[in-house]
């Protein structure tokens, strides 16, 4: 009893616990701690109080006043101590800030090891687990390629058979951090045949990514799930080889809702494993791939050429304040994406795609290949 009450005064207990109420997905538990102000105030506000909240009704409300939740974080907080787990509340700065960006993102992940979540550059790589060898070629060469350009690209997979694990140790060979998505806790590993890449990827910059907790049972659409993960967590996703059905193509589909780039290598006709691929390509549903080039060009991922010379610094006044905030983070960011742009300016998309337009329009901003913007 002792120790359910002196970590009661642990913000990662209430964190772990809002996901844990019956019924309150991610969306709600986010309005929730919105509208109360804060994750205490979600469990010390009245169900009267709560039952005025938009879109929490009787049956919600009542879930949440009445849970008893918080003797379940305090097992899992221990856990994580225990285990040496990185605990990550959506509104922690180290978040991942892409992942962030969208509406369905888990208030809560769990991370094994110290990847950047919000490195430069993130690529996922998703495909069928009944490789081909020509598919595990593509996995080979991209990586390979990638391995030797002047930046750093982290590379996030499933870690399961086929292109995922082969993603994975492709990665680790050319030295590139890589993170693995799972769909279940992190007190097990699904395939275990795969437990020696996933320490060697957590001893070299990467590690182990869930939004599920100890104890999980490991279920067929608890894969679907993840995937959101997976999608959310990049700037492009790239389908290497696919089926006209399955999780690949899941993935490439919610990218495509996160207003994310998708990428799909092809192949010949009649292979059962291109058919997904070419699928995406011919329906405008992914952008046709062959090389690293390809993805530098539409990316816009070309290495610096140094910096530029000293301009005389400009006035705006004939813009909007609204205006002006996209041009100061331009300013002083440099090229940014219309997702981390939004997320630095605290504005919604659907405000921010028409400022961009009409900067465009005055000619202060350019849009670039993957949804990059610069200042001119």
């Known amino acids: ?63 949440i006043a009445k849970s008893d939740v918080l003797k379940r974080a305090e097992k899992e907080l221990k856990f994580i101590e225990k285990n040496q787990i990185r605990p990550l509340f959506y509104l922690d700065k180290e978040y991942p800030e892409r992942l962030k960006a969208c509406s369905d993102a888990p208030v809560m992940l769990y991370v094994k090891g110290e ?28 990586l390979n ?41 992190l007190d097990k590993l699904y395939p275990q045949l795969h437990a020696g890449t996933a320490r060697e990827m957590v001893n070299h910059q990467g590690g182990l990514v869930t939004d599920f907790m100890s104890g999980s049972t490991i279920d067929r659409k608890h894969f679907i799930r993840r995937n959101r993960i997976i999608a959310g ?27 994310r780039d998708v ?23 992914a952008a046709l791939i062959e090389s690293v080039a390809d993805l530098e060009y539409i990316m816009n991922w070309e290495p610096a050429k140094g910096r530029p010379d000293a301009v005389q610094p400009r006035l705006f006044s004939d813009l909007s304040e609204d205006e002006r905030v996209v041009i100061t983070i331009l300013e002083e960011e440099g090229p940014l994406a219309i997702d981390i ?13 028409p400022l961009l337009l009409n900067l465009e329009f005055a000619g202060l901003v350019k849009g670039l290949p993957g949804k990059v913007f610069k200042l001119l």
């Open 1 to 63: 009893m002792v120790s359910f009450f002196r970590t009661m005064t642990d913000d990662r207990l209430y964190q772990i616990g809002i996901s844990l109420i019956p019924l309150v997905g991610c969306i709600t538990a986010r309005n929730l701690v919105a509208y109360t102000g804060g994750i205490r105030e979600v469990f010390h506000t009245s169900e009267k109080e709560l039952r005025e909240i938009p879109g929490i009704g009787t049956v919600l409300a009542r879930n």
């Open 115 to 142: 990847p950047d979540l919000n490195a430069t550059k993130i690529i996922s790589i998703v495909g069928t687990r009944s490789a081909t060898d020509y598919g595990y070629q593509m996995v080979d060469e991209m």
């Open 341 to 353: 742009l939004c997320i630095k300016s605290g504005m919604p998309m659907n405000k921010v795609s």
């Open 263 to 285: 990428f799909a290598f092809p192949g010949r006709k009649g292979d059962a494993f291109s058919e997904g691929c070419n699928f995406l390509i011919k329906s405008n549903r």
């Open 145 to 185: 390629d990638l391995g030797n350009r002047n930046y750093r690209v982290m590379v996030v997979s499933g870690l399961a058979y086929g292109i995922d694990i082969r993603a994975h140790r492709a990665a680790l060979k050319n030295g590139l951090p890589t993170v693995g998505v799972l769909a279940h806790g």
């Open 233 to 259: 967590l990049a700037d492009a996703t790239l389908v290497i080889e696919s089926a006209h059905k399955g999780g690949a193509l899941v993935t490439a589909e919610i990218a495509n809702s996160y207003n």
